[in-house]
């Protein structure tokens, strides 16, 4: 499945609702949240994902009220291929 990060700016969020949408995130079955890279000071955070399709992640984060401001499709390079 395609692998996806997405870019997130919201310093006026609090962790509570942080915490009560990652609730909700963890039982999406279109799209799969893999984890969270969490800069609290400046809320800045970068959510890795697994989807089929970036759309799939939008009508997620629209329908949750969840804002973003940039979806990329990646690829994973582990260091352990050149070992």
Same mark, same amino acid.
């Given at each position: 499945?395609?692998?996806f990060?997405?870019?997130?700016? *919201?310093?006026?969020?609090?962790w $509570?609702?942080?915490?009560e949408?990652?609730?909700?995130?963890?039982?999406? %079955?279109?799209a799969?949240?893999?984890?969270?890279?969490?800069?609290r000071e400046k809320g800045r955070?970068?959510c *890795?994902?697994?989807a089929?399709? $970036?759309?799939?992640i939008i009508v997620?984060f629209?329908r949750?009220?969840? %804002?973003?401001?940039?979806?990329?499709?990646?690829?994973?390079?582990l260091?352990?291929?050149?070992?």
């Amino acid at each position: 499945m395609p692998k996806f990060l997405t870019f997130h700016c *919201e310093p006026e969020k609090t962790w $509570e609702k942080l915490e009560e949408a990652y609730k909700q995130l963890a039982k999406e %079955t279109t799209a799969v949240w893999i984890r969270t890279y969490y800069q609290r000071e400046k809320g800045r955070r970068i959510c *890795e994902w697994d989807a089929p399709s $970036e759309e799939s992640i939008i009508v997620i984060f629209k329908r949750m009220g969840i %804002t973003w401001d940039e979806i990329l499709q990646v690829e994973e390079i582990l260091p352990m291929r050149w070992r």
